[in-house]
């Protein structure tokens, strides 16, 4: 679907690798215009170069951006406004970890989680809204996980998550009016670079949890986001999308 953005700038933040270069490549393959901001330069940059060799130097950009930095995010988003044209899709996909039970985490890793996943995305939000209101459209589509239902060993990180799902929803009351949509992705347990870097006993155990008994794809997350982020979408907001293969519908085990 080459055409499916005809064009339109997306800004996918945390995208130079995993779950954000695949959305960000879907994105590009469908038409759009994508930029690619994260905070690791040298992971950004080949990111970019190869992304380019695919799809153009004109139709793949990149930008180092630390989203908890709230004035390097607004100038960003200024900039790309005059460079490409004003935002029309927003993803919310840079996020962090720093898991332990409540008793052993400190004050820096329940705030440097909050910092990235639910304060990043909103610094993002409130810097793209201006001109898709001016415009009257817009899509913004926030990367959430299933751990907004919460699990054991994370409470930062799904609270950060189940806060992200709240300004969803949040801003999907307050936007509608103007043409721009916001919804969340819930990805649950997905074959990323992260999830093969666990013990292999801890990996087959997750798996072995999963009711379809084997892991979702970075291509299968992708496809529902270009989905909330297309015009197909106009009518769907406020709503989680969980795409774990059913595992939201049975135990909340570890994700």
Known sequence: MADRFGGRVALVTGAAQGIGLGIATRLAADGATVVLA????DALQATAVEMAEQFGPDRVHSRRLDVTESARVAETVDELAHELGPVDVLVNNAGIIRDGWVDNLTDHDWDAVLAVNLT????????????????AYGRIVNIASRAWMGNPGQSNYSASKAGLVG?????ALELVKFGITVNAVAPGMIDT?????LKPEVLKRLV???PGGRMGTI???????????????????GQVVNVCGGKSLGMRGVA
């Not at 994260?38 to 330069?41: A, G, I, L, V």
């Open 38 to 41: 994260d905070r690791n330069p």
């Open 120 to 135: 990043g995305a909103f610094h993002c939000c409130r810097a793209v809204v201006p001109t898709m209101k001016e415009r």
């Open 167 to 171: 300004l969803t929803r949040a801003l």
């Open 193 to 197: 670079p992260m999830a093969q870097s």
């Open 208 to 210: 072995a949890a999963q």
């Open 219 to 237: 291509a299968e997350v992708a496809s529902v986001v270009t989905y909330l982020a297309s015009e197909e979408a106009s009518f769907v907001t």
